[in-house]
């Protein structure tokens, strides 16, 4: 290949059009640059493309975590399970409120968390199981909701709102998942509750910010609900700044000391251009995925499968293992991509791997097969600049890279 063929693909910018740009102009001309009524307009939005009766529009998708846990009364004491082979925002915000990490090992060969563990790993403790749709893909909730249920006689409630639950709570880290859909449910209908993630990488983004929803038929108060994430996302203040707006309302309490991470009037003008043009960022990612499975599953190399018989997922990260090769060739791989200018990823690394995860205790060797997923695995470009040429040119790399590799027969002691 001549240097001058090579080409300059990264992993996963936004894609902004001049739409997004006049919009947030128009915010900050507005005098509405916090949170506003276009954040509020935004959350409306959201409710209605997901089919819930409120959205509640964080700072991120971990804030939209860990508030939910607080409100839930989770802390010390308490034990949430989360699996092995994610993020560290799914396992981080336990830690934060003071609660036990309960980490699930995956189903052999498989993304999600192995759902015979997770009915093991259940106690009198356990409060809330956070299922994580990786790549976009919604988990098998039928099956969680089965293990819940059967475990229904440990669970002790803590406060009243536990006890509408009665049983352990499912709050899922839907980062990726916005969009999704199985069994004719759309992600946020599903678990009781669900959080997503706009920030720069994602699918729809924001820059920085993140949502939550909840479903309907839990017999939550709706309005008191959204009152308390108003209230934990703002210092506990009992008016927003829009509130306070109003002629001689002034006057506000702080009725508990709580926390900052709302959204700003800037980030949800962006967002809301997004949500308009994102059943068609939904479909060109279709598309890709499509044009990516066709070149590259003939060859051997396997994929998660995104969209089959009841569902489809968002189509966020493409992730591939390679079957057969080592850690070590696998990073050799994702060099010789970087060489060819096509940026490539890994998600993920299991969370024992990490120092953090380890000084609370955690050891990889319990958890063999997140690790047997993560050492070939790589994440390859999914973004909606991507041209049909750009697909051919990351498959033909990949192919060589995989040559490259068989040919050199790399030993490592």
């Known amino acids: 290949m001549m240097e001058t063929d090579i080409r300059n693909i990264p992993f996963s910018p936004p894609d902004i059009t001049e739409e997004e740009i006049e919009e947030v102009i128009k915010a900050m ?14 959350e409306k939005r959201i409710a209605e ?10 700072n991120s998708a971990t804030a939209a975590m860990e508030l939910t846990l607080r409100i839930l009364g989770v802390g010390p004491g308490d034990e949430v399970i989360t699996s092995a082979y994610t993020y560290t925002a799914s396992a981080s915000i336990i830690d934060h409120v003071g609660a036990k990490i309960v980490l699930v090992d995956t189903a052999p060969d498989s993304f999600e968390m192995d759902y015979s563990k997770l009915a093991d790993a ?15 893909k919604m988990c098998d909730y039928d099956t969680i909701y089965n293990v819940v249920e059967n475990k229904k006689e440990l669970f002790k409630a803590n406060n009243e709102l536990q006890a509408l639950f009665n049983r352990v709570i499912v709050m899922t880290d839907g980062a990726h998942a916005f969009g999704a859909k199985r069994n004719g449910l759309k992600s946020g209908q599903v678990a009781d509750f669900t959080c997503f993630s706009f920030h720069a990488v994602k699918n729809l983004t924001t820059a920085e910010g993140g949502a939550v929803v909840w479903r309907n038929d839990n017999g939550l108060d709706e309005e008191w609900l959204y009152n308390q994430y108003m209230l934990y996302s703002l210092h506990g203040q009992s008016k927003d700044a829009l509130a306070k707006t109003q002629k001689g309302a002034w006057e506000y309490d702080i009725v508990y000391p709580a926390y900052k991470c709302n959204m700003t009037d800037i980030m949800a003008g962006f967002g809301l251009i997004q949500l308009n043009r994102y059943e068609g960022l939904l479909e060109r990612r279709r598309e890709i995925i499509e044009m990516y499975d066709r ?18 997922s968002s189509g966020h990260l493409y992730l591939v293992r390679i079957p057969g090769i080592s850690e070590e060739e696998r990073n050799e791989i994702i060099v010789k ?3 060819a200018g096509v940026a490539c990823n890994v998600h993920y690394k299991p969370l024992p791997m990490f120092t953090a995860y380890k000084n609370l205790g955690f050891d ?29 040119y990351i ?3 990949l192919q060589r890279s995989l040559e490259i590799i068989e040919r050199s027969n790399f030993k490592y002691e």
């Open 29 to 42: 001309k507005s005098g509405w640059i916090t949170t506003g009524p276009r954040t509020k307009e935004f």
């Open 49 to 58: 493309y997901v089919g819930t009766i409120k959205a509640v529009c964080l």
């Open 122 to 136: 259940i106690t009198e403790k356990t409060k809330v199981i956070i299922p994580v749709d990786i790549a976009g």
């Open 295 to 312: 070149a590259l599953l003939p060859l051997g190399i396997q994929s998660l499968r995104h969209y089959g018989e009841g569902f489809a």
């Open 337 to 339: 991509m970087a060489e």
């Open 364 to 392: 990889v060797r319990d958890y063999p097969n997140s690790y047997s997923q993560y050492v070939n695995e790589i994440t390859l470009p999914l973004h909606t600049l991507l041209s049909d040429d750009d697909i051919a």
């Open 395 to 397: 498959c033909t790399n």
